[in-house]
Every structure is written in C-alpha cells, then in structure tokens.
C-alpha cells in the first residue's frame, strides 16, 4: 500500500514570500499520478496542481509550482509571492495510474499554512 | 451547473442510532468516494464505487456501509453511530469530465457529531 508523509504539521510564511510545503510517498510502481490539494476555513477542498511521474518537467500553475524528484519519492509544493488567501491546510495525496485501485486517493496528514500581513 | 452536495451540513446524533449521511453529483461521473476528516490523520477512504451497483471498502470501513443504487447518488449509514465516528465527512466523485487525470471533485462536507 502506498503512503504519503507530509512532515510539517504547520508552517508560516510573510505576506509576499515564497514558502515551500514538503511531501513525500512510498510506492513500488512507475507510473502514479500526484496532486495537492487545498482546504481553506470553508473547508472546501480545492485541487491546486497534479503532476504526472511520467513527467519529468515540473507541474505550474501561476504562483504555485512543484518540485517533483521521482527517484528521491518527493514532490514539494512552492508558493510564490503568498497571498493571505493562501492561509488554508494543503493536502498532498497520492493517486495509482493503474489497477483496481487507481481511482483512489492516498492523502497526507495535511500542512497548516498561515500567512502574515 | 453540475455539482456535487451533501446533506446534512451538520448532524448531532446519539450513540447506537442509525445515521445516513446523503451525497449526490450532478456530474454523471461513474467513480464516488467517502472519506473521513480527523485532526491529525487527513482524509482517510472509508468506502468507494465504481458505478452503478458496485461498492469496495476502503481503509477505515468498519462500521459504515454504502449503496449505489444509481449514478448521482452514494448514501453513506452508520448502522450504529459510536462516538469515535464523530468526525467531518467528505463525498467526491471523478469521472472522464473531472479532467484528464480523473481528478476528485469534493462536497463541501458534513460535520457528524455522535454524543
């Protein structure tokens, strides 16, 4: 079975800073696919990025960015120039490309981010 | 615009009733999930299905148990409500319309507390 560590329970970061959450996974297969996900106070959870481990190139979408090390099992979710409204708990999570159970996600156990004005 | 809900928004139960918790997508997505919410262990699979009369059992399914009667709806019942089942519980599905990587789109989730 696979699973996904996220070692920083909270973390913090200044308004306009860049902050850097860490995810790692344990897994035997070669192809997998990898998200993070977002749940600020509303509680809504809101898909940020994904990332396909056949892909060496880095998933980007606008100021967030990942940094995916397939050999190392990491896969590290960077935000640049933070806004307040990144202040939410982030979900990395872990998805199989194939088998019975590809359709199935695998989450951390979630970062706290705040962010300070 | 497709959706996906979940009701109650919030329930207070006792110990050792019956409790459904109700989800329903709009999407017409074949894949639905329930997960459970807990401080300090993220989301946790209770129960999955694949379509229409299918139903697999996830990491933490002891006590719980669902039915998928059609594509739009996947009720979840606690057949005897315990207090360590107080929790927040989340309702998903995926399907070729949630994009190219099936991505789970979430309902916005139901507070259960069991007392």
């Known amino acids: 079975a696979q699973t996904v560590t996220q070692s920083q329970p909270e973390m913090s970061v200044q308004e306009a800073e860049t902050v850097t959450l860490s995810c790692t996974y344990d897994?035997?297969?070669?192809?997998?696919?990898l998200f993070w996900y977002k749940q600020p106070p509303s509680r809504q959870m809101i898909l940020v990025i994904r990332?396909?481990?056949?892909?060496?190139q880095n998933a980007t979408e606008n100021r967030f960015s990942v940094n995916f090390q397939k050999a190392a099992k990491s896969f590290s979710l960077k935000i640049s120039d933070s806004q307040l409204g990144d202040a939410a708990m982030y979900f990395c999570a872990y998805r199989s490309a194939y088998g019975a159970g590809s359709y199935q996600l695998t989450f951390g156990k979630g970062t706290k981010l705040s962010v300070i004005p | 615009d497709a959706e996906i809900t979940q009701s109650p928004r919030h329930k207070i139960t006792e110990t050792g009733r019956q409790v459904t918790l109700a989800c329903h997508q709009t999407?017409?997505?074949?894949?639905m999930f329930w997960y459970r919410q807990d401080l300090g262990h993220g989301l946790r699979l209770i129960h999955y299905s694949y379509g229409v009369h299918d139903t697999n059992k996830g990491e933490v399914s002891d006590g719980y148990s669902v039915s998928r009667s059609n594509t739009e709806d996947l009720p979840l019942t606690l057949e005897s409500a315990a207090s360590s089942q107080t929790s927040v519980y989340f309702c998903?599905?995926?399907?070729?319309?949630?994009?190219?990587?099936?991505?789970?789109?979430f309902g916005p989730g139901t507070r259960l507390t069991v007392t």
């Open positions: 990332q396909e481990a056949y892909k060496q």
């Open positions: 998903a599905s995926s399907g070729p319309t949630s994009g190219r990587l099936y991505e789970q789109y």
């Open positions: 897994t035997s297969e070669s192809d997998y696919y």
């Open positions: 999407w017409n997505h074949n894949n």
